[in-house]
């Protein structure tokens, strides 16, 4: 088996093997605790610089399959786990987890102590770091590391977004994470017409677009930087924000754009990016956290009910309260260390959460954002 190496930019470094593409690749080095969802995870377009490090001890034992990708393929930098399963036990696998990294280039590792580098990151936060295989000397590796752009002022966006409008078709990409039955028929009131909805694509999973057409939306997909006016141009009954990778603050573009369909009144959803540059758009700022929060189970309360949901999260910056003004308020909060995750105007029809309601994977406590979302739409017209 090829060596491998694992370096972080503070000096220290792992060793172990490649279970992927041969090279090296560098990055934000980070953690999720989520236990199933591998594949999921690799595909979702808000890792992208980033080298991710599964918490759970063993990645890869259900294989992989064409029906669980969440975009247009693996869009991590890197991968990192304890040990990476060599056979795939499922009867939906067309393959094994290290094939797959390697038919898509990307550089991963294994056999090194996850847990050592997961207790890393927390003390000091997450750091620029490195995975290179064959013989490299862990000096050498250690001075790449500490070469990698910083994730700080990044425009990551325009990495992974879309370079055209389309209508997203609900069975081009198969039909992602199941949901039990009484999620997946969209409402007897959307009966009469589809809902049209315009969609920034900032680097949006799939499961989002399968999610709201389930609840009976036709949804056109736009490029992260088209004007406003190209939206409206379609009359949309309302605009939704994605998800995607890197920092907020640099996204110029993006939160002038969302300023413009604030102010045209447009009912106005957003999930995690989506999130933080409404939040920028409504006059807010945002601030990188320490490490994020990245798994399948943060507990998140709704403070209009108190009741708690378990989420799935993926996000490394957050909405200061303190920089909102007065006519945007607090929706939801995480219980793990009390930052925003979820906020809303006042007075315009304008909502967004940093969590991530379409699960795949992660629980479904959060689903009824999508039909509080119609609600919105409901009221406006």
Known sequence: MTKAILALEDGSWFTGVSVGAKGDSGGEVVFNTSMTGYQEVLTDPSYAGQLVMMTCPEIGNYGVSEEDIESRGPQVAGFIVRQASSIASNWRASGTLSDYLSNHDIVAIADIDTRAVTRTLRSSGVMRGVISTGNVEPEEAIDRARKVLPMEGADLVTRVTCQAPFDWAPDSSGPGSSFPEEFSLPPERR???????????FGMKWNILRRLSAYG?????????????????????????????????????????????VAAEVPTFGICLGHQVLGLALGGKTYKLKFGHRG??????????????????????????????????????????GTVEGLRHKSRPAFAVQYHPEASPGPHDADYLFGLFLDVIDERH
């Not at 009966?191 to 694509?201: E, G, H, M, Q, S």
């Not at 303190?322 to 006519?327: F, H, Q, T, V």
Request: proline share 10%.
């Open 191 to 201: 009966a009469d017409r589809p809902l049209r909805i315009a969609a920034y694509d």
């Open 217 to 261: 939306c036709d949804i056109r997909v736009f490029p992260a930087s088209s004007p406003a006016s190209e939206l409206l141009a379609i009359d949309p009954d309302g605009v939704f924000l994605s998800n995607g990778p890197g920092d907020p603050a640099p996204l110029d573009y993006a939160i002038k754009n969302v300023q413009a369909l």
């Open 296 to 337: 399948a189970n943060h507990p998140v309360k709704h403070l209009a009910t108190d009741k708690i949901e378990i989420t799935s999260q993926n996000h490394g910056f957050a909405v200061d309260p303190d920089s909102l003004p007065s006519d945007v308020m607090v929706t939801h909060l995480n219980l793990y260390d």
